[in-house]
């Protein structure tokens, strides 16, 4: 069978989107790609392309854009391109540059499909340029990638590797909402037989040889070396895929009956009966399945379990929530919610989020440091503080040396003095350490905490109100 019979009836099998609607492809002007738009031309799909220049390649990031643009142009699509800063976002967010990459493409590309009204013969708009003058009549419905079964392969033994469970195993799905990767039936060798027998030209990556990345190991050194011992290794991962996504269907709704009888949601907060969670068979994998939707790892498992037998207080904690051990209850908790009126805050905290807005702490050198005259920025002597510390709301009796002074203030007075509203002093939050305050937020620091002639490093906390 042809690949564009296969193309065609696999979209309808998988009931993946209908002839009239539109279509936006994703091409890097690779191998991939290019076999995707020339399948959708010759099944007369309606398509735009768009195209990605991360700048990671120096002149080949360039050429590639310039190849695609040129694809489109014979086409006669609409064409859009987005030149990303990737490795100052990598860096930015603390992210691979493969998942700053992926970040920054997915945003765009959503970006894209919404609504948007163009005039005729208009050649840019905001960061997108077109290839071609069209006027846009209606929106685009779908999201379309070149992802194809030994992409599949590849992603499914990483995701074995990294621990994702159940749901890392099935692979890449066809269609995820307005996502959709149409080529997943396909070995890479039968889309290096089309591009010869339609005489297709394309662009080769060079990096995709290199180990830099983990997909390229996998692909260039894993899979080769296992096939070499099993040499239909990749056929029976393929054969498994389709087993893991059945399999995935029952195991999603065993998971939602066990979370149905344990999870009570109070408030902001979710309650978990410690006896009844203790009981439940297979212990792991349930409270995996609750922990992870809360920002957690599947290595944080074991120490979720430990709570059920640890004493009252004792946490684990994700970038968003706690599981807090609360006497017969473990309570999934936000770090910060209206409920919420303390939240610890680690050395290794960099940012904290609460009610009122975001803590940002960093440590900064003093041969780099300035003095700012700024409520909302606190410049501590570190060496002077001990975490962990709290960030709590104000209360009646609290007290503190306001930088300056060497004679302590209530806080109640304070606010007399800085002639503060009563929504203001009811909003007003303090930073504890060992029950002393060290700043109230936003107000003024503690004179005790301040930096001096001796003072090696700078504490630097900001303060985003909301």
């Known amino acids: 069978m042809e690949l564009l019979e296969k193309f065609t009836q696999h979209i309808k099998k998988e009931n993946l989107f209908q002839p009239k609607d539109r279509l936006l492809l994703a091409v890097s002007g690779g191998i991939d790609s290019v076999v995707l738009c020339e399948l959708c031309r010759q099944a007369g799909y309606d398509f735009e392309m768009a195209h990605c220049n991360f700048q990671l390649r120096g002149d080949d990031s360039n050429r590639d854009e310039k190849f695609v643009a040129a694809l489109a142009k014979k086409f006669g699509v609409v064409f859009y391109v987005k030149t990303f800063e990737t490795i100052p976002y990598a860096q930015a967010t603390k992210k691979s540059v493969e998942e700053a990459a992926r970040d920054l493409r997915y945003q765009w ?100 040889f290199e180990n830099d990345y983990t997909r390229n190991y996998f692909r260039n050194t894993i899979i080769p070396l296992v096939s070499e011992s099993f040499p239909r290794s990749a056929k029976n991962v393929l054969k498994n895929i389709q087993r893991f996504r059945e399999t995935e269907i029952l195991y999603q709704q065993a998971v939602q009956l066990h979370k149905k009888k344990l999870l009570e949601q109070k408030g902001g907060e979710i309650h978990i009966p410690v006896l ?19 920002g957690f790892t599947s290595h944080q498992t074991e120490e979720a379990i430990a709570l059920l037998k640890s004493e009252t207080g004792k946490y684990i904690q994700s970038a968003t929530h706690r599981v807090i051990k609360n006497r017969n209850w473990l309570v999934i908790s936000p770090i910060a919610t209206i409920e919420c009126a303390h939240v610890l805050i680690e050395e290794n905290d960099h940012a904290i989020v609460f009610l009122n807005g975001t803590i940002s702490m960093e440590k900064i050198a003093k041969a780099r440091f300035s003095m ?56 007003t939050w303090v930073i504890e350490m060992d029950k002393k305050i060290i700043w109230v937020v936003g107000k003024r620091i503690d004179n005790r905490y301040k930096v001096t002639d001796d003072t090696q490093d700078v504490l630097k906390i900001d303060y985003l109100p909301k």
Request: hydrophobic share 40%; aromatic share 10%; no cysteine.
């Open 372 to 427: 700012v005259n700024d409520p909302l920025v606190a410049q501590l002597d570190p060496a002077q503080i001990k975490f962990p510390l709290l960030l709590r709301k104000w209360k009646q009796g609290d007290y503190f040396y306001p930088l300056g002074m060497q004679k302590k203030k209530k806080l109640s007075r304070f606010f007399i003095d800085q002639k503060l509203s009563l929504t203001q002093k009811e909003n």
């Open 109 to 208: 590309f959503y970006s894209l499909i919404e609504p948007k009204k163009w005039d005729d013969g208009q050649k840019e708009m905001d960061d997108i340029t077109y290839q071609v003058s069209k006027q846009r009549l209606s929106t685009l419905n779908y999201i379309l990638t070149a992802h194809h079964a030994d992409d599949n392969i590849e992603t499914v033994l990483m995701n074995f590797f990294r621990g994702t469970g159940i749901t890392g195993l099935r692979g890449i799905l066809p269609k995820q909402g307005k996502l959709i990767r149409p080529l997943l039936f396909a070995r890479r060798t039968e889309l290096e037989i089309f591009v010869k027998d339609n005489a297709l030209e394309f662009v080769t990556d060079h990096t995709n």
């Open 276 to 294: 009844k969670l203790l009981k439940t068979t297979p212990l792991a994998t349930v409270v995996y399945e609750i922990i992870k939707d809360f």
